[in-house]
C-alpha cells in the first residue's frame, strides 16, 4: 500500500510498504477513506519529537471502511464506516475506567521510554513516534487499529467524511480545551492560537456558555475562521500587545480563562524568541513556551490556563511566581477523544456543529509532502488539509480569492 513515511527533518514521502495484518484478536484493518494533517504532525515534522525513524508512517486523524477484524472484535464488522480516535486505549485499564483513555495504561508498549523523558507514560498513539508506542499512522491507504472493540464509532451514511472525520482529534481538543475551563456565565475566554484547535476551543467555549472570546493569531484569513467559529474580538498580536489589549478588554482584571491552543512552536518576537530559538537549537531548551508565558501572565486572579498545545519537554523562564501568587489553575492532557465522540457526533447530527468550515485544501494522499510544506508554512492561506488516499487529484480548496496550490 501507500503511506506517507517520516525521511527526516522537514522531510516526508510517500512510499509503498507492506499492507497490515491482524496481529492481535482485537485489532481491525481500516481502509482511509481520509484523513488529515494535524499541528501534532508538525512537531514530527520540525523534528521536535524524539524517537522518530525513518519510515515511520504517519497521522493520527484518520476515518475509513472496516475491511478485516480480529475475533475479539465483536461491535465492528467488515464494511462498517468509523472515526478513529488517536489515543489508543484498551478500555479496561485504570484509566481507561476512568474515562482518561490519552492515559491507557495497557497500549504503549515502549513505556519505559516514556517514563524516561515524562516519569509516566501516555496511551499509546498512531503516527506519533516511538515514545507513545511506534505505531504506524493513517496516513496511508490502510491502517491497523488495536482495540479496535473500544475506539472506533460508528458514523452514519448520511453525513459525509468532512462532516465527521475531526471527531478524530481536532474537534474533542477544542472541546475539552474549552471544558476544562469550567465556563461560567459572563466568562471570557481568550484564545492563543486560530488553528484547528484553536478555532475548535473558540466553538466550544461559546457553547459551553462563554460570554466573550478573544481569538489571537497573526494570520488574517486564521482570525476570519475565528470569527466564524464565533469569536467576539480578534487580536493580531503583531500590531497589538496582547497583554494590554487583554487588560483592556477586561476592565483590567484579565480572562477568567485562558487557553494555549499555540504549543511548542510559538512564534514569538523580540528577546525572549531569540533566547528560546537559540537554546531550543542548541538543545538546552526543547520547546519553546511564548504563548503559555503569555497565557498565564494574562490570566484573571484565581482563573484557568487550559493547555491543548503539545509540548514534550523543558521549557525556561516559565513563570510560576504568577501561577502560584494569582492562584491560578493549570488543566492539560492529550484529548480523552473516546469520552467526546458521541456527544459531539449528535451535535453534528442535529445540525449544531458542522466542523467541515475549517477545512481549506483537499488533497490526493500522494501530494502529501506538498501538504506538509503548505500546511507548516501556513501558505496560500492553509488552515487544514483533509488527503483522500484514493480520490483523484482535488488539489483544491475553498477559497476563490487565493491562489492554488499548483
Ligand atoms: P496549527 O499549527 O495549525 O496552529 C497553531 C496556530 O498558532 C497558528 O495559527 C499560529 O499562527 C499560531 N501561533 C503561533 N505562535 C503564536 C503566538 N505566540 N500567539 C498566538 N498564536 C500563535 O496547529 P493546530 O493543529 O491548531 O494545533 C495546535 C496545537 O495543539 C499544537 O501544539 C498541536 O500539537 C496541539 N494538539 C494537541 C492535541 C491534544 O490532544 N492535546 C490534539 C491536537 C493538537
Ligand atoms: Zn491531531
Ligand atoms: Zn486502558
Known sequence: MKAVCWQG?????????????????????????????????????????????????????????????????????????????????????YFCEKELYSLCENSNPNA??????????????????????????????????PFADVGPLKVPDTLDDDKVLFLTDVLPTGYMAAEQCDIQPGDTVAVWGCGPVGLFSIQSAK???????????????????????????????????????????????????????VGLEAHMHGAT????????????????????????????????????????????????????????TIKSGQTHVHRYMRPLLERIEKGEIDPSFIITHHLRLDEAPLGYEVFRNKEDECVKIVMKPDGQSLASHDHSHSSHVH
Open 9 to 93: 527533518i522537514g522531510k516526508v514521502g510517500v512510499e509503498t510498504v507492506p499492507d497490515p495484518q491482524i496481529l492481535n484478536p482485537r485489532d481491525a484493518i481500516i481502509k482511509v477513506t481520509s484523513t488529515a494533517i494535524c499541528g501534532s504532525d508538525l512537531h514530527l515534522y520540525g523534528g521536535y519529537v524524539p524517537t522518530m525513524f525513518r519510515g515511520d508512517i504517519l497521522g493520527h486523524e484518520f476515518m475509513g471502511e472496516v475491511v478485516e477484524v480480529g475475533p475479539g472484535v465483536t461491535n465492528l464488522a467488515v464494511g462498517d464506516r468509523v472515526v478513529v480516535p488517536f489515543p489508543i486505549s484498551c478500555g479496561n485499564c
Open 112 to 145: 519505559h521510554l516514556a517514563e524516561k523523558f515524562w516519569g509516566h507514560s501516555p496511551a499509546g498513539i498512531f503516527g506519533y513516534s516511538h515514545i507513545t508506542g511506534g505505531y504506524a499512522g493513517g496516513q496511508a491507504e490502510y491502517v491497523r487499529v
Open 207 to 261: 457553547l459551553l456558555g462563554a460570554s466573550f472570546v478573544i481569538a489571537i493569531d497573526r494570520f488574517p484569513e486564521r482570525l476570519a475562521k475565528a470569527k466564524i467559529a464565533g469569536a467576539d474580538v480578534t487580536l493580531n498580536y503583531e500590531e497589538h500587545s496582547v497583554l494590554t489589549v487583554l487588560k483592556d478588554l477586561t476592565g483590567g482584571r484579565g480572562p477568567d480563562a485562558c487557553i494555549d491552543a
Open 273 to 328: 524568541h531569540i533566547y528560546d530559538r537559540v537554546k531550543q537549537a542548541m538543545r538546552l531548551e526543547s520547546d519553546r513556551p511564548g504563548a503559555l508565558r503569555e497565557a498565564i501572565v494574562a490570566c484573571r486572579n484565581g482563573g484557568v490556563v487550559s493547555v491543548p498545545g503539545v509540548y514534550g519537554g523543558l521549557v525556561d523562564k516559565m513563570p510560576v511566581g504568577s501561577i502560584v501568587n494569582k492562584a491560578l
